[in-house]
C-alpha cells in the first residue's frame, strides 16, 4: 500500500519560514492531485492546501492564505509546502496524501503516513 513519506518539519520562531517535503513514490503521482493537511494538538485533521496533478490549480484553507505555497516535482514523485511568516497556531503535524474531490472537500486516498512535525515557538 503507498505511504507518503513527509519531511522538513522542525522548531522554528513565530515569523520564521520552513519547507516541507512528501515523497509519494508508489502511485501514479504524476497524475494525482495532492493536499497537505495538519493536525494539531487536541484537534481533527484539517485541510490545508492542495494542488492538482499539472500544478495549474491549487487551493488553500483561508488560515494559510498568503503565506503558505504549495507546489510539486512529478519527476521526483515530491509535492512541497513552502510555509512563510509562521505563527504559533500553526503548530501541527503535517501529512501530505494523495486526494480526490467529493463534496465539501477532499477525500485522502492513500494510508496516511508518520507526518512531520512542525512547531512554531519563541
Known amino acids: 500500500q503507498v505511504q507518503p513519506v513527509e519531511s522538513g518539519g522542525e522548531l522554528v520562531q513565530p515569523g520564521g519560514s520552513l519547507r516541507l517535503s512528501c515523497a509519494a513514490s508508489?502511485?501514479?503521482?504524476?497524475?494525482?492531485?495532492m493536499a497537505w493537511f495538519r493536525q494539531a494538538p487536541g484537534k481533527e485533521r484539517e485541510f490545508v492546501a492542495s494542488?492538482?496533478?499539472?500544478?495549474?490549480?491549487?487551493y488553500y484553507v483561508d488560515s494559510v492564505k498568503g503565506r503558505f505555497t504549495i507546489s510539486r516535482d512529478n519527476a521526483r514523485s515530491t509535492v512541497y509546502l513552502q510555509m512563510n511568516n509562521l505563527r504559533p497556531e500553526d503548530t501541527a503535524v503535517y501529512y501530505c496524501?494523495?486526494?480526490?474531490?467529493?463534496?465539501?472537500?477532499?477525500?485522502?486516498?492513500?494510508?496516511w503516513g508518520q507526518g512531520t512535525l512542525v512547531t512554531v515557538s519563541s
Open positions: 496524501n494523495a486526494v480526490s474531490v467529493v463534496a465539501g472537500g477532499y477525500n485522502p486516498l492513500d494510508a
Open positions: 494542488i492538482t496533478w499539472n500544478g495549474y490549480s491549487t
Open positions: 508508489g502511485r501514479t503521482f504524476s497524475s494525482s492531485r
